[in-house]
């Protein structure tokens, strides 16, 4: 059974920190391009990642708008991708989502929220003073 959780959410001031964790279970995971998506309050979640990793971590994502702020890594022996969200920005405040999808494409960027198998139930993170 597949299981993907994410942990790491909270409430960070303007500015702060905040490293996000996806934990996975049930699927091979050296084999599945990883995204990072958001849904912001009393917005649908967005269509395409803000972040994503292949397994080989030959290509990062990285939405545009983050400005160098994001970063993703992933722990394969683990079964783990991390995003490490640096200089947060009330604009960020949404539920973050770790999504699966079963391809070893060097390039992840081009996949949609829908090509993605496996979701996991969101971490809240509220960027707030």
């Known amino acids: 059974q597949v299981h993907i959780v994410e942990t790491g959410g909270g409430l960070v001031q303007p500015g702060g920190s905040l490293r996000l964790a996806c934990a996975t279970s049930g699927f091979t995971f050296e084999n599945y391009i990883i995204g990072w998506f958001r849904q912001a309050p009393g917005k649908e979640r967005e269509g395409t990642s803000v972040?994503?990793?292949?397994?080989?971590?030959?290509?990062?994502y990285y939405e545009s708008f983050l400005e160098g702020r994001f970063h993703i890594s992933r722990d394969n022996a683990k079964n783990t991708v991390y995003l490490q969200m640096n200089n947060l920005k009330p604009e960020d405040t949404a539920t973050y989502y770790c999504?699966?999808?079963?391809?070893?494409?060097?390039?992840?960027?081009?996949?949609?929220?829908?090509?993605?198998?496996?979701w996991g139930q969101g971490t809240q993170v509220t960027v707030s003073s």
């Open positions: 972040s994503c990793i292949s397994p080989g971590e030959e290509i990062p």
């Open positions: 999504a699966a999808l079963d391809s070893s494409y060097r390039y992840c960027a081009g996949y949609v929220a829908k090509s993605y198998n496996y």
